[in-house]
């Protein structure tokens, strides 16, 4: 069964840092690609980043240079590093894993169950 469970969300102010953990298990990590995305009430869910088996990243436009994703494969987890906080960065945060490297949501196989990051002004 695979699960992956996201962690590191929460409260924060605007210009702080935080790091959002994702930790896989039941599938073979290294060979999935993966991929953060975000959501806003109401809205649907946004790609954010991925990053590939090979450690090829790409980003939302928006996002480039304060999101910074990586993977550890020993450790069967990927992370989002976000930098800068702003208020438009609060959105619930969602792990994905897909068989191959994508920005599309459709693409991906399996998700966590999120967790919420709020940004205060």
């Known amino acids: 069964q695979v699960q992956l469970v996201e962690s590191g969300g929460g409260l924060v102010q605007a210009g702080g840092s935080l790091r959002l953990s994702c930790a896989a298990s039941?599938?073979?990590?290294?060979?999935?690609?993966m991929g953060w995305f975000r959501q806003y009430p109401g809205k649907e869910r946004e790609f954010v980043a991925a990053?590939?088996?090979?450690?090829?990243?790409t980003y939302l436009e928006t996002v480039k240079g304060r999101f910074t994703i990586s993977r550890d494969d020993a450790k069967n987890a990927m992370y989002l590093q976000i930098d800068t906080l702003i208020t438009d960065d609060t959105a619930v945060y969602y792990c994905?894993?897909?068989?191959?490297?994508?920005?599309?949501?459709?693409?991906?196989?399996?998700w966590g169950q999120g967790t919420e990051v709020t940004v205060s002004s």
């Open positions: 994905a894993a897909a068989r191959r490297y994508s920005r599309y949501l459709r693409n991906y196989d399996y």
């Open positions: 039941g599938l073979p990590f290294s060979s999935y690609s």
């Open positions: 990053i590939s088996q090979y450690g090829g990243t």
